[in-house]
């Protein structure tokens, strides 16, 4: 049978969209005089820590300062973090995302073939506008039936709260949906759920261990962007679509 509901992680799955973030991080130490900057490897390795004011904390932690010091920086994380959130959803709003391939065409044949929609993310809720405006438009997100974002949830992921708030939301069974991750930790968030999970790793995340996975694709996939045909084996095409979904229905029940 073909899923209820399609929950999908924001960061590295619908969008490539850490690199603008980690820019955003740096313009906000900047701008609020820290003379502190994730380069590519430091950010990888901060990717670990979910949710942008616990990584900034982590980092601050992490810089083993004299407990005066410390305390008047992490004193200031929430102000860092409004500072990074306006800067990343300025420049996602100047059309510096696409959706990875494959995006858009299930969430329009989902909505065509009346598959409900939610998201489940770590990222906070104006990063959420912010993206699916710059790629869907204005009404892109009125198409999701449940946005689970950021602080919505007590214990971002790992944990699975965001997913089990969309599932109550929904009022829907786990099996009943499948999640479309990217990180190990989004993995472990849905698994944790009970769902299903399609992983489509990204730059960040492509050597973490997706062994709980249903399946694992590089990307979605479109007929203009067809995926190698080694990876597309489980597939009825060589982009993921709806119908080979029913399966993950029977997978998990
Ligand atoms: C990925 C995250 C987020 C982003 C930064 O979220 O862990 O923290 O890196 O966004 P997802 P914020 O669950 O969508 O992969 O600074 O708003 O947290
Ligand atoms: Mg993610």
């Not at 992921?157 to 997913?163: C, H, L, N, S």
């Not at 769902?195 to 990307?219: G, M, Y």
Request: charge should be positive; glycine fraction near 6%.
């Amino acid at each position: 049978m073909m899923p209820s509901a399609l929950i999908f992680d924001v960061d590295g799955t619908l969008a490539d969209t850490e690199e603008l973030h980690r820019q955003a991080f740096n313009g906000a130490f900047a701008r609020h005089g820290f003379n502190w900057r994730w380069n590519r490897d430091d950010y990888r390795r901060l990717l670990k820590i979910t949710g942008g004011k616990e990584r900034i904390g982590h980092f601050i932690r992490s810089l083993r300062l004299d407990s005066r010091r410390e305390s008047q920086c992490l004193a200031q994380v929430a102000v860092i973090h409004q500072t990074k959130t306006a800067l990343y959803t300025h420049n996602a709003a100047s059309g510096r995302l696409q959706l990875r391939s494959g995006v858009a065409r299930l969430i329009r044949d989902a909505t065509l073939q009346g598959v409900r929609l939610a998201l489940a993310t770590t990222t906070t809720a104006a990063n959420v506008q912010a993206l699916l405006t710059s790629t869907l438009g204005e009404v892109a997100l009125r198409q999701f039936d449940v946005v689970a974002a950021g602080d919505m949830v007590a214990n971002k992921k790992p944990a699975p709260d965001a997913y089990l708030h969309v599932l109550e939301r929904l009022q829907l069974a786990p099996e009943h949906c499948v999640a479309f991750e990217d990180s190990r930790n989004g993995l472990c968030a849905a698994t944790a759920a009970g769902i299903p999970t399609v992983v489509t790793p990204c730059q960040w995340t492509a050597d973490e261990d997706f062994s709980t996975a249903w399946l694992i694709l590089p990307e979605l996939g479109d007929p203009g962007r067809p995926l190698p045909k080694a990876a597309a084996t489980r597939l009825r095409q060589r982009w993921l679509c709806l119908d080979d979904l029913r399966e993950a229905r029977e997978h998990a029940a």
